[in-house]
């Protein structure tokens, strides 16, 4: 028996939103879907699955919830910083124009619509 075969997908991780995903982009590469759904459609998934998944933290205490927002805040900070090293490394050697070396490191962003 492999490690693949103890594998219960009932148990993963997701594994409730991963038939609804298989099943869409099957019918997306099928050309069945051939438009976008609603964007109030889209908005009431997101809150369906996210009371879904906030059920699931009923329980946890402030001193837990502090501590991960606490690590999570320290996360950004040191990417801000490996961020602004690349942005410096890049414009003082002179490899990028400042602009280009800024957008480089920047999340992406959603165009308006």
């Not at 590469?29 to 976008?36: E, M, Q, Y």
């Given at each position: 028996m492999t490690k693949c075969d103890d594998v219960d997908l009932r148990r993963s991780y997701g594994a409730s939103i991963l038939a609804p995903i298989i099943q869409t982009a099957a019918l997306s590469?099928?050309?069945?879907?051939?438009?976008?759904?609603l964007r109030e459609a889209i908005l009431a998934a997101q809150f369906i699955i996210g009371c879904g998944i906030c059920v699931k933290f009923v329980g946890v205490t402030w001193v837990e919830l502090r501590r991960v927002v606490a690590a999570g805040f320290v996360y950004v900070i040191v990417l801000a910083?490996?961020?602004?090293?690349f942005f410096a490394f890049v414009t003082a050697l002179d490899f990028g124009q400042p602009v280009e070396a800024f957008m480089a490191v920047a999340p992406p962003m959603d165009r308006p619509r």
């Open positions: 590469l099928g050309d069945f879907l051939p438009t976008r759904p910083i490996l961020a602004t090293a």
